[in-house]
């Protein structure tokens, strides 16, 4: 077993590191450099930041360009697999193509916990996750994001659908 | 007159040294900041220049507890001990030698009293009622140990501290800090006769401030706030202006003791107009005086804090041996010159 000299386990101080002093300077140098290199500290609120597309913001509904129509068949799948049960999905029936759309979508902000199971479940690749990080509300009522809060247009969240096509 | 004249320099001094110690705390947030890759505040005010008024009108406004079992006279009366001994400190520390106004001469410190450093050491020591009395006042263990150990930290330490500073009166023949100042300004610094004193005097200041790497009596981990757990509002605003307050005390001791006060070599004061050259005196002092507070601070901020009983070992079995080495050594030299 090491000893330091005082009867203590640790390693074995040669005479120069017993001085102190020279120590604390070669530690003090150490310091003296941190105090000189340059800070990357991001001023938030003004210098803002945009994510890469791996990024997980909150979860959006995507909406075409052209006919301002939700790609979203309102299947339910992503109110099943969502484990924090924040996603609800009420479905009705449309003339167009896809027959059934979502009538009332709504995600509880306070619930979701950005883990992405929805995007990954969704055939349609109807609900993405966008890089939007600043969700904030005072009332817990506001938490609960309707349609209108949900529907991006598709243009807007281009970089995360091609990245989910690279992984798919 | 002189009561009048005295009151002035009182007043200014003050306002002054509060203002300075304000800024203190500003600095040390910046200086803690950027040894640790961050920027510090800078948000209230231009580069965060308004932080200390922020800091001290909070202070101001938010409540004052007492705790219910606590001895409620002692428990206010500890931070005023603190603040009243750290304050009175400043004194007897020549700022500069003296300006003319009027056709008369004004030195430049308040008190020429013929003990000057003795003064300095009693009324540091006293320092330490503030913090044990506030520790028993509180009626908290937590404070209780912290005001021990403030207070058998003090005992270790105190001994090599004044007998470190004896070789400078040794070489000096005074105890008068403008004596000693003008001595230096002469010849040359303390410090190239008394680098081994100085070590020590360094040391044992850093223990006599509180401060990293002896600052046990206010150790967080250990003690949640040391002595001043149970303070609040103003009253912990007091023992922590008297912490920056002491450690300005020490710093400027420890610039007129070693650094030669508020001389600087090759400068000719006497060609000078004497106001303009009590201005060149007044900062030089101040910038010697930054330069030691940025060293205490950049010590804090990099050393970690002793334990106990490393304390207590370095303090008796280190320091005193070499403090007495010393004096032993500069009485040889002081002979074999003579």
Not at chain 2, 73 to 83: K, M, Q, V
Request: contains cysteine; glycine residues 8%; neutral net charge.
């Amino acid at each position: 077993m090491m000893t330091n000299g005082n009867g203590k386990t640790g390693p074995k101080l040669t005479l120069w590191e017993k001085l102190y002093f020279p120590e604390i300077i070669h530690g003090m140098s150490i310091t003296i450099r941190a105090f000189f290199r340059p800070k990357f500290t991001r001023q938030y609120p003004e210098e803002r930041w945009t994510p890469p597309p791996v990024f997980r913001g909150r979860p959006v509904l995507v909406m075409e360009d052209e006919t301002k129509v939700e790609r979203c068949v309102a299947c339910g799948l992503c109110a099943r697999v969502c484990p924090s049960l924040a996603i609800e999905v009420q479905a009705a029936e449309t003339e167009l193509d896809k027959e059934r759309y979502p009538e009332r979508f709504e995600i509880n902000m306070l619930r979701c916990i950005f883990c992405g199971f929805c995007e990954e479940v969704c055939p349609e690749e109807a609900i993405i996750m966008s890089k939007d990080f600043e969700i904030t509300f005072t009332d817990p009522r506001d938490a609960i994001f309707g349609k209108e809060k949900l529907l991006i247009p598709a243009s807007h969240l281009k970089d995360r659908l091609e990245f989910l096509k690279q992984y798919r | 007159m002189i009561a009048i004249e005295a009151l002035i320099k009182i007043v200014i001094l003050l306002l002054v040294v509060l203002g300075i110690v304000a800024y203190l705390v500003l600095l040390e947030r910046k200086v803690s900041a950027y040894m640790q890759d961050r920027i510090g505040p800078n948000r209230v005010g231009p580069k965060g220049l308004f932080q200390p008024i922020a800091d001290i009108l909070k202070l101001i406004l938010k409540e004052m507890i007492v705790p219910e079992k606590a001895n409620s006279f002692i428990h206010a009366l500890a931070p005023i001990i603190s603040i009243t001994v750290a304050v009175g400190a400043l004194a007897v520390i020549p700022f500069g030698n003296y300006i003319v106004i009027g056709g008369q001469k004004i030195s430049l410190m308040i008190a020429n009293v013929n003990i000057g450093v003795l003064y300095i050491l009693a009324m540091s020591s006293l320092g330490v009622y503030g913090i044990t009395l506030s520790g028993w006042a509180s009626n908290s263990k937590y404070s209780l140990l912290g005001g021990l150990r403030s207070s058998a930290q003090m005992i270790s330490y105190e001994l090599s501290l004044g007998l470190s500073l004896i070789g400078v009166f040794m070489i000096d023949r005074t105890l008068q800090l403008d004596r000693i100042t003008m001595a230096q300004s002469m010849g040359l610094w303390n410090i190239v006769y008394q680098p081994l004193g100085f070590l020590v005097f360094v040391t044992a200041a850093f223990a006599e401030t509180n401060r990293l790497p002896f600052d046990l009596p206010e150790a967080e981990p250990e003690l949640v706030g040391g002595y001043h757990t149970e303070y609040s509002g103003m009253r912990w605003g007091l023992f922590f202006l008297s912490e920056y307050t002491n450690m300005i005390v020490s710093s400027a001791v420890m610039v007129s003791l070693y650094f030669g006060g508020w001389s600087l070599p090759y400068v000719n004061y006497a060609a000078m107009a004497p106001n303009l050259a009590a201005l060149v005196q007044v900062v030089t002092f101040f910038a010697k005086l930054g330069v030691i507070i940025f060293i205490f601070m950049w010590v804090r901020w990099t050393l970690p804090r002793f334990r106990y009983d490393q304390l207590m070992n370095v303090g008796w079995k280190v320091m005193l041996p070499l403090a007495i080495l010393n004096l032993l050594g500069t009485g040889a030299v002081l002979l074999a010159v003579k």
